[in-house]
């Protein structure tokens, strides 16, 4: 599997705080990182521009669920 630097990544310390959207869009890509399915997705697209695809779906995700949780309020 190729490595972040591989992606055109460059590794950086955290920032300080996360957002409650980027706190949904970490639980958002677990379930898409644990799925066999994906697994095999991302061997075929190449696990860059997969990985690519999957964190802005997961963005996404995190949009919408804000949005609904407006919608709660």
Request: hydrophobic residues 45%; charged residues 25%; glycine residues 6%.
């Amino acid at each position: 599997m190729p490595s972040l630097r591989d992606c055109g990544a460059t590794p950086r310390p955290a920032e300080p705080g996360m957002t409650l959207r980027d706190y949904f869009a970490a639980k958002a890509i677990q379930s898409v990182l644990l799925d066999p399915y994906f697994s095999k997705l991302a061997k075929e697209m190449g696990h860059c521009e997969f990985a690519d695809d999957a964190a802005e779906s997961a963005y996404i995700v995190a949009g919408a669920m804000l949005r609904a949780r407006e919608v709660q309020l």
